[in-house]
């Protein structure tokens, strides 16, 4: 009846999930210390940049321009009540550098590039390329899995600035163009307001860490996904949940620390 | 080391990202009109500052001509003290006087400095004796109160 309740059982659990902490730890470290054999070949990386960073470049695009829209009409909303309808390229703009534009773009990255990282070292190992791979005395860490992790890590940053970048000027089309917002109050009030270090900075600092995030969640789900069809696919369902779940939890971590002022 | 077709496409991106940057910086941080040079920094002492903050800008006939830099508190006198930081471009008398104002009815609080008639001009590491608090609300309606039950007993 509940015989998966047995102390073995509960036991056997346990001892996996501390297994795969550690795995996951010593995995994340040799990610980290493999920086300098993937510079030296800058080849893989190139192409890791290019599958993630390229091909993700248009849905980060037009989410940006549509989230500017968007906040361009739901601020001037709320904001001309008070007659302050002039800050609204201020709040665009830092509510993007700060939170929309790390935040969106690494959820967005997850769907778009992590499951497919998910997928591909999924199925190359129910394959079983990466053991033929340890036989020819090729480390898959370090010819696979570390490419595609430090390619996001230089993708992440350079997609959210596209997406804050874009953003604001999809929130310049609206506010000024359709809403009849002053173009010079517009950015005058956003320049007045946002600052270089302390916004935009931390902003990049933050999409830097979701990249780290986002990757090796999706490399280690690949990783240690059962090697069947079925497999795979929980794998891939698994990267979403986690990484969007760090992504939005890392934040408010990040926020608390970086704005705490 | 090889050349590949990608090359061109990874380039496009990366500089696509680097102008989304720069964008970022000039156009909504401005970055430009950073003071890269630190100008000269005079202290104040005020009875109350109200809520300025450092970073607060300190006007002058609505021109920004500097900034505060740190707020501390001096436990000999028992009065705030305030480092501002003032833009090397201008130079004010050493008898001018602070205030410190608020932004509109419910805006931020800055430092506003009327020039005095002193011939000798402010220089680095001096400090200003003519301060005026912020404008404390509770104290204002406490005040108000206070007048208005005066003026009633005055009646009677």
Not at chain 1, 183 to 191: D, E, L, N, R, V
Not at chain 2, 121 to 147: C, H, K, M, R
């Amino acid at each position: 009846m509940i015989s998966f309740l047995r102390p073995s059982n509960i036991g056997l659990a346990v001892r996996q999930a501390l297994a795969d902490m550690g795995f996951a730890a010593r995995l994340f470290f040799k990610l980290l210390l493999s920086l300098g054999p993937t510079l030296r070949r800058p080849g893989l990386l190139r192409e890791q940049v290019h599958f993630m960073g390229n091909y993700s470049l248009a849905i980060i695009a037009v989410s940006g321009v549509f989230v500017g829209f968007v906040m361009g009409l739901q601020y001037y909303y709320g904001l001309q009540r008070f007659g302050a309808a002039d800050s609204v390229g201020l709040l665009i703009s830092l509510s993007l550098v700060r939170e929309f534009g790390p935040v969106l773009t690494a959820l967005l990255f997850t769907g778009r590039a992590g499951t497919s990282l998910t997928a591909e070292i999924g199925l190359m190992k129910a394959g079983e390329q990466l053991s033929a791979m340890e036989m020819m005395a090729v480390d898959p860490i370090q010819r696979i899995l570390a490419p595609r992790f430090w390619g996001s890590v230089i993708a992440m940053p350079l997609l959210a600035a596209v997406f804050s970048a874009v953003g604001v000027l999809g929130g310049w089309v609206v506010g000024v163009k359709m809403l009849g917002i002053d173009s010079g109050a517009f950015w005058s009030q956003m320049q007045g307001g946002v600052d270089v270090v302390r916004d935009l900075g931390n902003g990049i600092l933050k999409s830097l860490v979701f990249g780290f995030a986002v990757s090796f969640i999706a490399l280690l789900q690949g990783y240690l996904a059962l090697p069947t069809p079925e497999g795979v696919a929980r794998a891939t369902t698994r990267t979403v949940v986690m990484a969007s779940l760090t992504v939005l939890g890392l934040d408010f971590v990040l926020t608390a620390l970086m704005f705490s002022i | 080391m090889q050349r590949s077709k990608t090359d061109i496409w990874v380039g496009l991106f990366v500089l696509l990202g680097g102008l989304a940057l720069v964008f970022l910086a000039l156009q909504s941080a401005n970055l430009l009109s950073l003071n890269f040079d630190k100008g000269y920094s005079v202290t104040a002492k005020f009875d109350n500052i109200g809520g300025l903050k450092p970073q607060a800008a300190v006007r002058s006939s609505g021109v920004v001509v500097g900034r505060v830099e740190s707020i501390d508190f001096d436990d000999k006198s028992f009065q705030a003290r305030v480092h501002l930081s003032l833009d090397k471009r201008y130079a004010f008398p050493k008898d001018s006087s602070l205030k410190i104002l608020t932004n509109g009815l419910l805006g931020e609080q800055y430092i506003g400095i009327e020039a005095g008639a002193d011939s000798a001009n402010l220089a680095a590491g001096d400090s200003i004796g003519t301060t005026q608090s912020a404008v404390v609300l509770e104290n204002l309606i406490s005040q108000f109160l206070y007048n208005k039950a005066a003026d009633g007993k005055s009646k009677e």
